[in-house]
T-cell receptor, first 119, second 115 residues
Framework: AQKVTQAQTEISVVEKEDVTLDCVYE???????LFWYKQPPSGELVFLIR??????QNEISGRYSWNFQKSTSSFNFTITASQVVDPAVYFC????????????????FGTGTRLTIIP | NAGVTQTPKFRILKIGQSMTLQCTQD?????MYWYRQDPGMGLKLIYY???????DKGEVPNGYNVSRSTTEDFPLRLELAAPSQTSVYFC??????????????FGNGTRLTVT
């Protein structure tokens, strides 16, 4: 079975500090996809990034960066120089791939990490 | 382009009442999903559909029913509302399966309270 663990329930950082959100996953698939979604206070879910299991290169997009380490089954998300627009619940998610026996029609979500920015 | 539209945004039900949560998408997506989000929890999949006329159960299907008569619409039915169904419900769609590297597009959610 697939499982996503976000051990940090809530994190508070001072504005302009960096913050890393942890994500650890479990899967028996050899090919899979990892996602991060953002849920701001308004409630909608916004897609941030997807990463396939074959690509362990770190990715940077503006103030966001992602560190995928297959050896530790982790897909951590770092926000650099946090801003007042960043408060949200951030979800990590996992899905199987085309050849998966476990149903790649679905995403398995972690429980989310609530990020608060202290001005 | 409206994306994924859910109605209503809020609803209060009495125990035993029934209701239908509506979801429609205008992106011609084949895959549609219903998730529920309980406080402090992640999203749990209720039902999903891979195309018109095809539906399947997710992790937490008990107490719910769905239908998919068209590509655009995927309503979620609660027949006998129970307090345990108090939650925020999200509808989502994708062009192909998430495992084919396709992100989900989410609606804005329906906040349901059963008292």
């Amino acid at each position: 079975a697939q499982k996503v663990t976000q051990a940090q329930t809530e994190i508070s950082v001072v504005e302009k500090e960096d913050v890393t959100l942890d994500c650890v996953y479990e899967t028996r698939d050899t090919t899979y996809y990892l996602f991060w979604y953002k849920q701001p206070p308004s409630g909608e879910l916004v897609f941030l990034i997807r990463r396939n299991s074959f690509d362990e290169q770190n990715e940077i997009s503006g103030r966001y960066s992602w560190n995928f380490q297959k050896s530790t089954s982790s897909f951590n998300f770092t926000i650099t120089a946090s801003q007042v627009v960043d408060p949200a619940v951030y979800f990590c998610a996992l899905s199987g791939a085309l050849s998966s026996n476990f149903g790649n029609e679905k995403l398995t979500f972690g429980t989310g990490t609530r990020l608060t920015i202290i001005p | 382009n409206a994306g994924v539209t859910q109605t209503p945004k809020f609803r209060i039900l009495k125990i035993g009442q029934s209701m239908t949560l509506q979801c429609t998408q205008d992106m011609n997506h084949n895959y549609m999903y219903w998730y529920r989000q309980d406080p402090g929890m992640g999203l749990k999949l209720i039902y999903y559909s891979v195309g018109a006329g095809i539906t399947d159960k997710g992790e937490v299907p008990n107490g719910y029913n769905v239908s998919r008569s068209t590509t655009e619409d995927f309503p979620l039915r609660l027949e006998l509302a129970a307090p345990s169904q108090t939650s925020v419900y999200f509808c989502a769609s994708s062009y192909v399966r998430p495992g084919d590297n396709s992100p989900l597009h989410f609606g804005n959610g329906t906040r349901l309270t059963v008292t």
